[in-house]
């Protein structure tokens, strides 16, 4: 009769020997890094985020910097558009004075003609009620035109002054402080601002000679 095998097969052939086996983590935060995953290419996806955003943020400031010099540009063009603007107002209104200075040295003559007309009927009593209504005329011609900034010179008393007036005589004084002052306006000058419609034509004292 043949003899039981007293090993049982799948143990070791050893007495006092335990079979060998090994424990492995699935998880795959707990695995270690293989070759494959060092050559996957995830870190040079990682390498290359810098200069992404490195370029896009030169392209703001790129941008923004351009932004800058339009705005500045059309203020410019604003500023440029506004000095436009005042030079042709000014440039208008020098237009519009010239213009207006002119119509007004044309009417000037009837002025000197009602003034003329006064004069010769202050020494007729006749004509008293008519010089009265020439007068009113007058008065509001020459109102007229000081609201429009017309100034009527007449310089008596004042020191003669070639820019406003021209002397065509002279007056001999007894009075030394008479010397070179306006003894009469002959024919009264205008002028309209700094601008001199028409000079004055005026006597001049001189003393002593």
Known sequence: MAEADPKPKGHASEPGSEPAFRVEDKRHWARPPTDEAEGDGS??????????????????????????????????????????????????ERRVALHFGALVADLLECLDDLDLALAHAAEVRE?????????????????????????????????????????????????????????????PGYRMGDRLLRPARVAVGRHGG
């Open 43 to 92: 870190n040079d996806t990682l390498s290359t985020v810098p200069t992404v955003v490195g370029e896009y943020r030169a392209r703001a400031e790129a941008a923004e910097k351009k932004l800058l010099e339009y705005i500045a540009a059309y203020r410019e063009s604003q500023a440029e558009q506004e000095r436009f603007r005042e030079r042709l107002s000014k440039d208008v």
């Open 127 to 187: 004509v008293t009620g008519l010089a009265t209504g020439v007068a009113l005329a007058r008065d509001r011609f020459l109102a007229s035109l000081q609201r429009q900034g017309v100034e009527r010179l007449v310089l008596d008393g004042d020191g003669f002054d070639p820019n406003l007036a021209e002397a065509v005589r002279v007056d001999p004084v007894d009075d030394p402080e008479q010397n070179g002052k306006v003894t009469q306006t002959l024919r």
